[in-house]
Each structure stands twice: as structure tokens, then as C-alpha cells.
């Protein structure tokens, strides 16, 4: 974080909106797999719970719930499996007993552990010298080896309450050791689609932070210049707050947020590391909006001659897994809210695009890397290049995020919209 380049490298996300092909959902009828699908909800609340991580023990397999709590988790009949496991922040990890045929529309109760936390008491634990032994501890917690994950990525563009972008795609994350920096971890799109607002008056031109590529330059522990620089560790405060769940293991919770005024935007949020392993599970973190005309230089790249940009957030969610001993990159998610108005005009448009990437499954031994040819390139959008990957069988085998309700309203919306 010594420059502005360094603390946060900028990826295009183009909204650019033109008639394209509607969504299409379509099944693999020779897949070989069966689907366990619900909703997940607090069982002291019967609130529905968002982010909640779903997974097959002992595989690289799995998913995550929508804001709407709901999930969809196809499981390969090869997969000799007994139980899935839920996971979520703040809550006893829920085991549940399958069979290998179809659970359609089950109700998962979650039990928060939030009474029981509260009595905890960090002790002795100094925040920047616990960061200090979390990083040292990286090479130890993460792998060595290069690691071919595979994604389901999508980004959503909404003006005001209406959607007027949604591209989803297949895509696989090749990384290398976490001992090695991001320069040849690559990003590959296997299969994509698209629906755009066939209206004129929604067509709008910026260049933003985001894109499939943000599952490289987000994931803070291989690229530790985003956020865990320790030479900018005095630009922050850093204060240790009660300790939480992830998992059934104790976390540490870290509080950062800026104590210094620098040339260029800074991040405030939280760090959460495991107690025992002191391996960085996840961070929470969003620019500071003080100055918003650092944040618009950090994230916007082009607009169009006229157009009057103002951001209102920008916000991040990364979190990580632990399997056999060693954490992987699980989930990550990217919000950016911001207005935009035309000079001579009274009132602004509000936008929101919201990009999600979750790891479904995980490659450890034989990671074959990709190919330049082959990788997406960081300068290229998403919405402009997907419908080079389109595929009527985009569903398949491959799991995904489940769309919201609203999400399935504004698709079947905008698919009106070619009528």
C-alpha cells in the first residue's frame, strides 16, 4: 500500500448496456447427480440467513445461500457422501443427513451462539502484533501448491430498483502457492450468458472497479498489498473486538479503519483470524468515503463527456475455508453503489452493481495453469465478452448461486422486453 497502485489495483467492469440474447435455463440430461435444495433460516428468529456457506465434508464441493436464505447444491453420484454441512458466521456449523437421491425444498434451522461469545475475553493479544503473527503464519496455513479452483460468477447492474444488467458465468481460478504473488494467477471463463434492458434511456458507459477478475486481485491473502501491507499497518487503528464463530472455532475479530489522511482513499473494517491457527478466515471491509473525490479516482476509469459521477459505497466481503489442514478462497463479494446525473438535469439515478463469486469446487493435486490465450483479460467486461461462452446447457452439473426472488422477477422482466 506504499502508492495508490498498490493499494488497490483496479479491474474494468464495463456497464455498457445493448440488446443481447435473454437468459435461458436449460438442464444436462446425462448429468449424473442429484440436488439437495432449501432455504436457511436462524432458528431463534426464523429469519432467513444470507451467506451461509454449503458444503460436502471432506470434497471441495459447495455453494452458498442468496440473500433470500435459499440454496441449490448438485452432488455427482460418484460422491460418496452421508451429510452436508452448513456453515455461517456467528453459528454452530449444522450437519444434515442425505441419502444420495433429491431433497427438494427443505427448511434448515441454524442455531446462533451469540449468548455464549459474549462472555469471552481476549486477553494478552496486542491487534497489529496478532496481524503481524497471522501474516507470518500464511506460508504455513495456505497452500504451497498451485490450487485450479472452479467459480460461479455473477454481476448485476440496477438502476434505481430495476435491473438492467445480469451476466453469470462458469469460471476457473487458477492460483499459484500463496507463497508466490498474483502476476500468474489467471482467470479462464468456461461458459456464460447475459441479459441486458433493451431501452435506450438505460444505456450507460463507466468504467468500474469489478469483473470475474476480482477473485485474483480480492483474495487479501495472495494479494496481500490490497489490504495486509505491514509497512502501511500505521496508517490504520486497529482495535480487537469480541470474538465470534465461523466454523465451530473460536475467531479473533480485528477493527481497522484509517488514522492517517493520505493522497488516495483508505479501507475501514473488520479482519476475522482463527485463534488457534491464526489463519485469516475473512474481512469485511469498505473505502472510506470521506473525500469521495479519492474514491472516484480509485474505482472510476472512463465515463461519458457530460456525466456527473458521484460514488456512495464501495464494500467487500472475502471469506476462505479450511480443508485438510490448509484455507482456500471460498467467496467473494463486491458492492458498488453510486449516482450519476447529466449537467442540466435536476435529480440524479441512483446504480448498483453487485458482483458475486463463489468457489464450487477445488482442483489441489495436478492444477494445470491456463493459458494466456485462454485467460480473460482484466481490461475486457464481462457483459461485452460472455456471450462468446454462451451455453443453452449453462446449468448443468455445475453448482451456483441460487437467483433471488427479485433476481427471477427482474429476469423474466427484462426478457419482456424483447417481446
Given at each position: 500500500?506504499k502508492?495508490?497502485s498498490?493499494?488497490?489495483k483496479?479491474?474494468v467492469?464495463l456497464?455498457?448496456?445493448?440488446?443481447a440474447?435473454?437468459?435461458?435455463?436449460?438442464?444436462n440430461?446425462n448429468s449424473k447427480?442429484y440436488?439437495i435444495?432449501?432455504v436457511?433460516?436462524?432458528k431463534?428468529?426464523?429469519?432467513k440467513?444470507?451467506?451461509?456457506t454449503i458444503?460436502?465434508?471432506?470434497?471441495?464441493i459447495?455453494?452458498i445461500?442468496?440473500?433470500?436464505g435459499?440454496?441449490?447444491?448438485?452432488?455427482?453420484?460418484?460422491i460418496r457422501?452421508t451429510?452436508?454441512?452448513?456453515?455461517?458466521l456467528?453459528y454452530?456449523?449444522y450437519?444434515v443427513?442425505i441419502?444420495?437421491?433429491?431433497l427438494f425444498n427443505?427448511?434448515f434451522?441454524?442455531t446462533?451462539?451469540?449468548?455464549?461469545?459474549?462472555?469471552?475475553?481476549?486477553i494478552g493479544?496486542d491487534?497489529v502484533k496478532l496481524m503481524e503473527?497471522?501474516i507470518?503464519?500464511?506460508?504455513e496455513?495456505?497452500?504451497k501448491?498451485?490450487n485450479l479452483l472452479t467459480?460461479f460468477y455473477?454481476?448485476?447492474?440496477?438502476k434505481?430498483?430495476?435491473?438492467?444488467n445480469?451476466?453469470?458465468?462458469?469460471i476457473?481460478?487458477y492460483?499459484?502457492a500463496?507463497?508466490?504473488n498474483v502476476d500468474?494467477?489467471r482467470?479462464?471463463?468456461?461458459?456464460g450468458r447475459?441479459l441486458?434492458?433493451?431501452?435506450?434511456?438505460?444505456?450507460?458507459?463507466?468504467k468500474l472497479l469489478?469483473?470475474?477478475?476480482?477473485?485474483?486481485i480480492?483474495d487479501?491473502?495472495?494479494?496481500?498489498?490490497?489490504?495486509?501491507d505491514?509497512?502501511?499497518f500505521?496508517?490504520?487503528?486497529?482495535t480487537m473486538?469480541?470474538?465470534?464463530?465461523?466454523?465451530?472455532r473460536?475467531?479473533?475479530v480485528i477493527k481497522f479503519e484509517?488514522?492517517?489522511?493520505l493522497?488516495?482513499?483508505l479501507y475501514?473494517g473488520?479482519?476475522?483470524?482463527d485463534?488457534e491457527?491464526?489463519t485469516?478466515t475473512?474481512a469485511e471491509?469498505?473505502l472510506?468515503?470521506?473525500?469521495r473525490?479519492?474514491?472516484?479516482?480509485?474505482?472510476?476509469?472512463?465515463k461519458?463527456t457530460?456525466?456527473?459521477?458521484?460514488?456512495e459505497e464501495?464494500?467487500?466481503?472475502v471469506?476462505?475455508?479450511?480443508q485438510d489442514g490448509?484455507?482456500y478462497?471460498?467467496y467473494?463479494?463486491n458492492?458498488?453503489k453510486?449516482?450519476?446525473d447529466w449537467?442540466?438535469?435536476?435529480?440524479?439515478?441512483?446504480?448498483?452493481?453487485?458482483s458475486e463469486?463463489?468457489v464450487?469446487?477445488n482442483?489441489i493435486?495436478?492444477?494445470?495453469?491456463?493459458s494466456?490465450k485462454?485467460?480473460?483479460?482484466?481490461?475486457?467486461?464481462l457483459?461485452d465478452?460472455?456471450m462468446?461462452?454462451y451455453d443453452?446447457d449453462?446449468w448443468g452439473?455445475?453448482n451456483?448461486?441460487?437467483?433471488?426472488?427479485s433476481?427471477e422477477?427482474?429476469?423474466?422482466?427484462?426478457k419482456?422486453?424483447y417481446?
Amino acid at each position: 500500500m506504499k502508492t495508490k497502485s498498490k493499494c488497490l489495483k483496479v479491474i474494468v467492469l464495463l456497464i455498457s448496456l445493448f440488446i443481447a440474447l435473454p437468459i435461458m435455463q436449460a438442464q444436462n440430461e446425462n448429468s449424473k447427480y442429484y440436488t439437495i435444495s432449501g432455504v436457511v433460516k436462524n432458528k431463534a428468529t426464523n429469519k432467513k440467513m444470507e451467506y451461509v456457506t454449503i458444503a460436502v465434508p471432506g470434497t471441495n464441493i459447495g455453494t452458498i445461500t442468496n440473500e433470500d436464505g435459499e440454496f441449490a447444491l448438485k452432488i455427482n453420484d460418484s460422491i460418496r457422501t452421508t451429510s452436508i454441512e452448513l456453515s455461517c458466521l456467528g453459528y454452530y456449523n449444522y450437519k444434515v443427513q442425505i441419502s444420495g437421491t433429491n431433497l427438494f425444498n427443505q427448511t434448515f434451522l441454524m442455531t446462533p451462539k451469540a449468548k455464549e461469545l459474549k462472555e469471552v475475553v481476549v486477553i494478552g493479544w496486542d491487534p497489529v502484533k496478532l496481524m503481524e503473527e497471522a501474516i507470518k503464519k500464511i506460508p504455513e496455513n495456505y497452500s504451497k501448491k498451485p490450487n485450479l479452483l472452479t467459480g460461479f460468477y455473477r454481476e448485476t447492474a440496477q438502476k434505481g430498483k430495476s435491473y438492467i444488467n445480469i451476466s453469470e458465468a462458469i469460471i476457473n481460478i487458477y492460483k499459484t502457492a500463496y507463497n508466490q504473488n498474483v502476476d500468474n494467477d489467471r482467470i479462464q471463463i468456461l461458459k456464460g450468458r447475459k441479459l441486458l434492458s433493451a431501452k435506450p434511456s438505460d444505456t450507460l458507459a463507466v468504467k468500474l472497479l469489478g469483473g470475474p477478475n476480482l477473485s485474483i486481485i480480492a483474495d487479501i491473502i495472495k494479494n496481500p498489498e490490497m489490504l495486509l501491507d505491514p509497512e502501511a499497518f500505521n496508517y490504520f487503528k486497529y482495535t480487537m473486538e469480541e470474538m465470534t464463530l465461523i466454523n465451530d472455532r473460536l475467531n479473533y475479530v480485528i477493527k481497522f479503519e484509517p488514522q492517517i489522511t493520505l493522497p488516495y482513499a483508505l479501507y475501514y473494517g473488520k479482519y476475522f483470524i482463527d485463534s488457534e491457527s491464526l489463519t485469516f478466515t475473512r474481512a469485511e471491509f469498505s473505502l472510506d468515503m470521506k473525500d469521495r473525490n479519492k474514491v472516484t479516482d480509485m474505482i472510476l476509469r472512463k465515463k461519458p463527456t457530460g456525466l456527473r459521477f458521484r460514488p456512495e459505497e464501495v464494500s467487500f466481503i472475502v471469506s476462505y475455508k479450511q480443508q485438510d489442514g490448509l484455507t482456500y478462497l471460498n467467496y467473494i463479494r463486491n458492492e458498488i453503489k453510486f449516482k450519476c446525473d447529466w449537467k442540466r438535469r435536476l435529480f440524479a439515478t441512483n446504480y448498483t452493481v453487485l458482483s458475486e463469486m463463489v468457489v464450487t469446487d477445488n482442483r489441489i493435486e495436478d492444477a494445470t495453469n491456463i493459458s494466456r490465450k485462454d485467460a480473460f483479460n482484466a481490461n475486457n467486461s464481462l457483459s461485452d465478452k460472455v456471450m462468446n461462452f454462451y451455453d443453452t446447457d449453462f446449468w448443468g452439473a455445475y453448482n451456483i448461486i441460487e437467483p433471488s426472488e427479485s433476481l427471477e422477477s427482474a429476469v423474466n422482466k427484462l426478457k419482456k422486453g424483447y417481446k
